[in-house]
């Protein structure tokens, strides 16, 4: 059966943040888009403190920001398609991705997250929720499994 409305993810945003869940996420973008002859975007944010001009010069998370773009280019790269990478400066990562999403007219997001229970209950985060209300495309949420015993 044909699913109506239905679109091809060809261009896919995909924020990382250097974790084994984002960088599983850019694996899965980079499968998706070399089937439709698309392209992949990796971003990673790096939040500024409200104290700080949103231009501040912050060199260790840059080349932190940069490490986790270079991992995510390797796994793309293992799979052999190129990705392009960009670093962001923002008060607010969801807001960023969204944002560029929309800059960039990409199909889609896919954010990949970890198994996370802090209070007992599983939660999402705040940029994957903000995404969720406010991101322009589709979203595909890859979660990490439950560790055993959960």
């Not at 002859?37 to 260790?60: Q, S, T």
Request: aromatic share 6%; with cysteine; proline share 5%.
């Amino acid at each position: 059966m044909k699913e109506r409305g239905r679109r091809e993810l060809r261009d896919i945003l995909v924020p990382s943040d250097g974790s084994e869940a984002s960088l599983e996420a850019v694996a899965v973008a980079c499968q998706v888009a070399k089937r439709s002859k698309g392209k992949v975007y990796v971003v990673h944010v790096i939040e500024v403190e409200r104290a700080l001009p949103l231009d501040a010069e912050m060199y260790p998370e840059a080349q932190n920001g940069e490490e986790i773009l270079s991992r995510a280019e390797q796994v793309a790269e293992a799979l052999d398609y190129e990705v392009e990478g960009e670093l962001l400066q923002a008060r607010e990562a969801g807001h960023a991705i969204a944002d560029e999403a929309i800059e960039r007219g990409v199909d889609g997001i896919i954010l990949g997250i970890p198994y996370r229970r802090p209070f007992g209950e599983f939660q999402m985060g705040k940029t994957t929720q903000y995404l969720l209300k406010h991101a322009p495309c589709e979203i595909w949420i890859i979660r990490q499994a439950a560790p055993e015993g959960v």
